[in-house]
């Protein structure tokens, strides 16, 4: 059983950045690919990025790229997401996830454990 505790949401101006950071129980931390999702007020779930459990292999969403960067230390059990340039669309719950396998990717029923998110307010 894998526990994920997110931290670092808030209300920031357009343009600002905020770093998520995502806290993970257990030993099989270094095991796990690792993600974030976010869902909007009256919007689907959506996919922002992943990591795999070495670190080596990385996806974005095309809305994201360029803007966010995940990253991981084994060491800590803890994955981030660094939000920079961000617009008032990136407003949303931002949830942490894991997959028991090392490698995952966009789909959110690869999933098999997720946080109970934080929010991120981006104000015009």
């Known amino acids: 059983q894998v526990q994920l505790v997110e931290s670092g949401g808030g209300l920031v101006q357009a343009g600002g950045s905020l770093r998520l950071s995502c806290a993970a129980s257990?030993?099989?931390?270094?095991?796990?690919?690792m993600g974030w999702f976010r869902q909007a007020p009256g919007k689907e779930r959506e996919f922002v990025a992943t990591i795999s459990c070495s670190g080596g292999r990385i996806w974005y969403a095309d809305s994201v790229k360029g803007r966010f960067t995940i990253s991981r230390n084994n060491v800590k059990n803890t994955v981030y997401l660094q939000m920079n340039s961000l617009k008032p669309e990136d407003t949303a719950v931002y949830y942490c996830v894991a997959d028991s396998a090392c490698t995952s990717g966009s789909d959110a029923t690869d999933y098999d454990y997720w946080g109970q998110g934080t929010q991120v307010t981006v104000s015009s």
């Open positions: 257990g030993r099989a931390f270094s095991r796990y690919a």
